[in-house]
């Protein structure tokens, strides 16, 4: 199947599919099958979207799932601390920009959840 993004979620036969641009590398595939998977768990398909406003919270919502996803495998991974360098983070992720905040708000869940403490 071609088409211009990552992937896409949708309802087909009533059964739920996720198909992922084929072109992508390892790390953008696995961010774009969790992201996808986001909105079948939101049940993304099944809202009626009437404006741009609405499609961005639902989109949002997806890569806050996606990255709250990847911060809890490289924490088991990397095992962090309050001593982590989260801006390392950020830019081995390489996603937009806009997206930095949610990271650095995940990671600091994880320090408090961890430590007891806010980075």
């Known amino acids: 199947m071609e088409f211009g993004g990552h992937g896409y979620f949708g309802i087909e036969n009533n059964?739920?599919?996720?198909?992922?641009?084929?072109?992508?590398?390892?790390?953008?595939?696995?961010?774009?099958l969790l992201h996808e998977t986001a909105h079948f768990l939101n049940g993304d398909s099944e809202k009626y979207i009437t404006n741009h406003f609405q499609n961005d919270i639902i989109e949002f919502q997806a890569n806050q799932y996606m990255i709250s996803e990847v911060?809890?495998?490289?924490?088991?991974?990397?095992?962090?601390?309050?001593?982590?360098?989260?801006?390392?983070?950020?830019?081995?992720?390489?996603?937009?920009?806009?997206?930095?905040?949610?990271?650095?708000?995940?990671?600091?869940?994880?320090?408090?959840?961890?430590?007891?403490?806010?980075?």
């Open 71 to 119: 911060m809890k495998m490289l924490d088991q991974k990397y095992d962090f601390t309050p001593d982590t360098n989260c801006q390392q983070i950020i830019d081995s992720l390489n996603l937009p920009y806009h997206l930095d905040g949610v990271i650095v708000n995940e990671f600091n869940d994880i320090i408090s959840d961890k430590f007891g403490v806010i980075k």
């Open 15 to 32: 059964k739920p599919l996720i198909f992922i641009n084929e072109n992508l590398n390892e790390i953008d595939t696995s961010l774009t």
